[in-house]
């Protein structure tokens, strides 16, 4: 059996839109009658019990990224439809959002496509998700670029995004709607007037900055500014321009500030202290460690420092002899912190005096000094690769 209607797959369209438009042009007006009728279908090649798992009524929950336990199934769903819709073999699964197992900082980490994102980038999509009415003259569909919190305007038209309708003033929502090209109220999104959107006039090169998802979630939490914020991308874009000098002049900073308010000795105060949070934010900068571009920074700043204040001879610690945690140690050697234990069980790296030998097992407890991790990491030229084996090249 085959679709009486084929429909192929535009450029970047999500996996909602498609399965929405398909079955529009098969004749469905719901997506909840369309599933009950492939259900039947699907009966043969996935078990009663696993069905609703595998397509579910509702296209809000079709996404691969938000099946459970049923995720497998949902595979298997998804590439009978493209048989049904003679497309090519696994582009619905290119148009998916995965789940993966790897981090930014806090933020689970999604793919599409090879790509990997923060979720926290995406829009919730029980809310709105705004449309270009230029890109919906050319194409009835909706692209995945709209789903992003950091994008407010059509890069392609240069053009603001509208989030209502112009005649009802509702929120508009595909997915909640089931209808790509109009309002509820019947309102043609394609003849909404648009706003040029200024700034995308002005940097028209500051997209490629947008695609670093890594970029934009690390810049969002260290200088506070929204996700969604009218300005984000002028801010980012600012920003960047002066990157790394401007990055490393905040880190100085706290430096000088350390200097001054210090008030015991640098061997008992936590690089967290001094540097305040700078490593744990710089986690969500990207989910591979050694590709992280601020982690780099933090780390050539932290050769630099270590150079410009050396090992004093009469044991007076300096603002090098400060303390990371486990954690902080693991990731400015960009490895995992079973290999940090087993560096301080080889004896190459010490434990802070007045720690208590369980102590140091706690990830949170700042014990080793970041002079010897930095001398570590400078001795394995640690950067630029992935060294989660750092000790089998000892
Ligand atoms: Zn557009
Ligand atoms: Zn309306």
């Given at each position: 059996?085959?679709?009486?209607i084929?429909t192929?797959?535009?450029?970047?369209e999500?996996?909602?839109s498609?399965?929405?438009?398909?079955?529009n042009?098969?004749?469905?007006?719901?997506?909840?009658?369309?599933q009950?009728?492939?259900?039947e279908?699907?009966s043969?090649?996935?078990?009663?019990?696993r069905?609703s798992?595998?397509?579910?009524?509702?296209?809000?929950?079709?996404?691969?990224?938000?099946?459970k336990?049923s995720?497998?199934?949902?595979?298997?769903?998804?590439?009978?439809?493209?048989?049904?819709?003679?497309?090519?073999k696994?582009?619905?699964?290119?148009?998916?959002?995965?789940?993966?197992n790897?981090?930014?900082?806090?933020?689970r980490?999604?793919?599409?496509?090879?790509v990997?994102?923060?979720?926290?980038?995406?829009?919730?999509?029980?809310c709105?998700?705004?449309?270009?009415p230029?890109?919906?003259k050319?194409?009835?569909?909706?692209?995945?670029?709209?789903?992003?919190?950091?994008?407010?305007?059509?890069?392609?038209h240069?053009?603001?995004?509208?989030h209502h309708?112009?005649?009802?003033?509702a929120e508009?929502?595909?997915?909640?709607?089931e209808?790509?090209?109009s309002c509820?109220?019947?309102?043609?999104?394609?003849?909404?007037s648009?706003?040029?959107?200024?700034?995308?006039?002005?940097?028209?090169?500051?997209?490629e900055?947008?695609?670093d998802?890594?970029?934009?979630?690390?810049f969002?939490?260290?200088?506070?500014v929204a996700?969604?914020?009218?300005d984000f991308?002028?801010?980012?874009?600012?920003?960047?321009k002066?990157w790394?000098?401007?990055?490393?002049?905040?880190?100085?900073?706290?430096e000088?500030?350390?200097?001054?308010?210090q008030s015991q000795?640098?061997n008992?105060?936590a690089?967290?202290?001094?540097?305040?949070?700078q490593?744990?934010?710089?986690?969500?900068?990207?989910?591979?460690r050694?590709?992280?571009?601020?982690?780099?920074?933090i780390?050539?700043?932290?050769?630099?420092?270590?150079?410009?204040?050396?090992?004093?001879?009469?044991q007076h610690?300096?603002?090098?002899?400060s303390?990371?945690t486990?954690?902080?140690?693991?990731?400015l050697?960009?490895?995992?912190?079973?290999?940090?234990y087993?560096?301080?069980?080889q004896?190459?790296?010490?434990i802070?005096?007045?720690?208590?030998?369980?102590?140091?097992?706690?990830?949170?407890?700042?014990?080793?000094f970041?002079?010897?991790?930095v001398e570590?990491?400078?001795?394995?030229?640690v950067r630029?690769?992935?060294f989660?084996?750092l000790?089998?090249v000892w």
């Open positions: 059996m085959k679709f009486l084929r192929n797959i535009f450029e970047d999500t996996l909602e498609y399965l929405l438009r398909l079955a042009a098969n004749g469905f007006t719901k997506f909840s009658l369309f009950n009728s492939l259900k279908l699907f043969r090649e996935i078990s009663k019990r069905l798992g595998a397509l579910p009524p509702s296209l809000s929950r079709v996404n691969l990224y938000k099946a336990n995720s497998v199934f949902r595979v298997r769903a998804l590439k009978l439809i493209e048989q049904l819709a003679n497309i090519e696994r582009s619905l699964l290119d148009i998916s959002i995965l789940r993966t790897l981090r930014f900082g806090a933020s980490t999604l793919s599409r496509n090879g990997l994102f923060p979720k926290l980038i995406l829009r919730d999509d029980s709105t998700i705004p449309v270009c230029e890109c919906l050319q194409s009835s569909c909706i692209r995945f670029d709209w789903h992003l919190k950091t994008v407010s305007y059509c890069h392609l240069q053009v603001d995004l509208i309708c112009p005649q009802c003033d508009l929502n595909y997915i909640k709607n209808l790509i090209d509820t109220c019947g309102f043609r999104l394609a003849d909404a648009v706003n040029k959107n200024e700034t995308a006039v002005a940097v028209e090169n500051e997209s900055s947008l695609a998802f890594g970029k934009c979630l690390w969002s939490k260290h200088k506070g996700l969604d914020a009218h991308i002028l801010k980012l874009g600012s920003y960047f002066a790394p000098q401007n990055y490393l002049s905040e880190l100085q900073g706290f000088r500030k350390a200097q001054i308010i000795p640098f008992k105060i690089v967290n202290d001094i540097w305040k949070e490593l744990s934010i710089a986690k969500c900068a990207s989910p591979v050694y590709k992280n571009a601020v982690i780099n920074v780390a050539d700043y932290f050769i630099e420092l270590v150079d410009r204040y050396p090992a004093s001879e009469n610690a300096n603002i090098a002899d303390l990371l486990l954690i902080e140690a693991s990731l050697m960009r490895t995992t912190t079973e290999q940090v087993l560096l301080v069980e004896g190459y790296l010490d802070a005096v007045n720690i208590k030998t369980e102590q140091y097992l706690e990830s949170h407890i700042p014990v080793f970041l002079r010897q991790v570590l990491m400078q001795s394995q030229g630029g690769h992935d989660n084996r000790t089998t």
